[in-house]
């Protein structure tokens, strides 16, 4: 009977022992599934972490050299200006003006040809009175009669001149140079007084200071010119129709002076008038109208 019992604990015992050898066995699995879960989740993680890395220093890197590209350029740029500015303040006046005279020339010239065929527009060069002016525009008619006359004189000064130059200033000289060259008009084309919003309005004129005086910017030079001569051909189809009416004046006073003298016995030396018609001239010698000529003188 004990022999049995023996028999039945040392089955049990070795029936617990395998029991805790595979319970040992399933815990070292668990143990070791979650040693490699937690190893490939520390490996995605410590991936995407050093991802992260990579892309912040690429975007670093991206930004750099796009700061360093701009940083560049504007330098580049800032010394392009520096060396203009540099440039345009080793020009003295005379040859910054004579660069606006070079504009308004190549201006004009691009429509010589088509807008004013029979213009002159060249430097004034005749300075035998100790002053003269930059340039002179005249235009005449088919008959040679001149239509309108303009003195030019261009302004215009360095960023880096220390005394800065006023328009009114010149007009003096200007208006001297106009009248000593015979010219009706006198026009200043000017870059002075840049922050001027009077002259920045385009077209000023000056009459209060000078009769028939402008003072312009660059951009209006050939509309000042066109508005002048257009107004000049206008005042001279009145000035020609006047001519003629006086003309005709003339003529019809000689021709009742070649009345008298007819009646007076004299040689008839007048014959009708132009632009009289036959009925008119009936009218003016008969008798009535020739008897109350006589009342009246």
């Known amino acids: 009977m004990a022999s049995e ?11 617990i022992r395998e029991l805790k050898a595979r319970l040992q066995g399933i815990e070292l699995e ?7 879960a937690v190893s490939a989740v520390e490996k995605e993680r410590d991936e995407l972490r050093n991802g992260i890395k990579q892309a912040e220093l690429e975007k670093q890197l991206a930004e ?12 580049d740029r800032d010394d392009a200006i520096e060396r203009l500015k540099d440039m345009k303040a080793r020009l003295s ?10 504009h308004c ?19 004034d060069n005749d300075a035998r009175t100790g002053s003269k002016g930059d340039y002179i525009f005249r235009e005449s008619d088919e008959a040679g009669t001149e239509i309108i006359s303009i003195m030019f004189e261009m302004k215009n000064e360095s960023d880096k001149t220390a005394t800065k130059s006023k328009n009114e200033d010149f007009l003096k000289e200007l208006d001297r140079d106009r009248t000593e060259k015979g010219c009706e008009y006198a026009v200043l084309v000017s870059m002075l007084e840049p922050e001027s919003e009077l002259y920045n309005a385009g077209i000023v004129d000056v009459f209060h200071r000078f009769p028939k005086m402008y003072v312009i910017r660059p951009q209006f030079f ?6 002048l001569r257009n107004a000049s051909l206008n005042s001279l189809k009145y000035k020609t129709e006047l001519a003629l009416v006086k003309a005709q004046n003339i003529d019809i ?6 009345l008298r003298r007819s009646r007076m016995g004299l ?3 007048t014959i009708s008038p132009p632009g009289i018609s036959r009925r008119r001239l009936m009218r003016l010698i008969s008798p009535s109208t020739i008897s109350r000529k006589q009342r009246t003188h």
């Open 5 to 15: 019992l023996h028999k039945v604990s040392a089955g049990k015992e070795e029936e």
């Open 30 to 36: 668990k143990k070791l599934a979650v040693t490699e």
């Open 64 to 75: 750099k050299a796009l700061k360093d590209k701009y940083e560049t350029q504007i330098k």
């Open 93 to 102: 006046t005379k040859m910054v003006g004579e660069t606006l005279e070079k």
């Open 105 to 123: 020339e190549t201006e004009f010239n691009k429509v010589r040809s088509m807008a004013f065929p029979r213009a002159y527009f060249e430097k």
């Open 222 to 227: 050939l509309p000042m010119i066109t508005l």
């Open 253 to 258: 006073t000689q021709f009742e002076t070649s």
């Open 267 to 269: 040689p008839k030396t």
